[in-house]
């Protein structure tokens, strides 16, 4: 049960490695796979290296939204509550769910992020509890059916081409780039959710986000706001006002008190203009967001 509780005082601080736990470099060691440690939580990365999608005819590297994960972390009596989003083809998808399902994981989501996408691509979000090399072993069969990408490759050597501090300076968040895709994570720290006294943050998938890809004039947008139901009608207006295209709205989690909703939005245009549409969608969220893994973008 995922249960909210009040919030005292918040920081906008970014995130800073932490060292490493045993049991969770024995988890990248199991998965082989790489990720890392933050704010207390074991970032495992599944990225589809093995797939080059275009969406509407844009062609879209792996950074810009097929980045797979799982997260850990530690809630009461050093159990391990474990979340994350698979991403899979459509073939993939049912045969996944059974090797998850028959080893003891839950499935809390299935659902696309983008229209006219080619290959389709879904999104599966997995659930689960237990020690950290439980969760590994029952998650390992279902990994092992995913593409054939080597673990943890890395996109292509290249920086983004859009105005990366323009961006920022609009959205009032700076964010982190990661090949040609420029991405910016806000956290909702100004809620506070708890699943077996463990916190239910930015790293374990309670965000907003953009990716931006292309150039200032041709860039294209993707992304993700995690919202409460009051702001959903809000969100949704100020994307359409904004020229921004919804794809999907849909839960991530089950059992989550208050209920969080998770809208997906694809756009393409000027960057200035993307970034000031999903600008006006952000302003609809609660006050106090931080953002993750970066700062504040100065004003």
């Known amino acids: 049960m995922l249960v909210a509780v009040p919030v005292l005082t918040l920081t906008s601080l970014p995130l800073f490695a932490q060292p490493m736990p045993k049991d969770y470099a024995d988890v990248l060691a199991a998965l082989d796979k790489k990720g890392d440690y933050k704010a207390n939580v074991l970032k495992v990365n599944i990225p589809r290296n093995d797939l080059k999608v275009t969406v509407d005819g844009v062609a879209t590297p792996t950074p810009f939204g097929y980045g797979g994960w799982v997260a850990m972390t530690k809630g009461q009596g050093g159990m391990d509550v474990l979340m994350g989003d698979l991403v899979l083809l459509e073939k993939e998808v049912n045969p996944v769910m059974s090797a998850l399902l028959d080893n003891g994981l839950e499935v809390t989501a299935l659902h696309n992020h983008f229209f006219f996408e080619n290959p389709r ?35 292509a050597a290249s920086t983004p081409r859009v105005d990366t501090a323009a961006i920022s300076k609009v959205i009032g968040y700076d964010g982190e780039s990661t090949g040609d895709v420029y991405k910016i994570t806000i956290g909702r720290d100004d809620l506070s959710i708890k699943e077996m006294g463990a916190l239910i943050n930015a790293r374990m998938g309670l965000n907003t986000w953009a990716a931006f890809t292309g150039t200032d004039q041709n860039a294209a947008i993707a992304g993700d706001i995690a919202m409460l139901s009051t702001e959903v009608q809000p969100v949704l207006k100020a994307l359409r006002k904004n020229g921004i295209d919804v794809v999907a709205i849909h839960n991530h989690m089950i059992g989550s008190n208050p209920n969080i909703y998770f809208l997906h939005y694809w756009g393409k245009g000027q960057a200035s203009t993307l970034a000031a549409g999903f600008k006006a969608a952000v302003d609809q969220l609660g006050s106090k967001q931080t953002s993750t893994g970066s700062t504040r973008a100065a004003k």
């Open 121 to 155: 691509v879904f999104y599966m979000h997995v659930h689960g509890h237990g020690s950290a090399q439980e969760l590994a072993r029952e998650l390992k069969p279902a990994l092992a059916l995913i593409g054939s990408a080597p673990a943890g490759a890395p996109p």
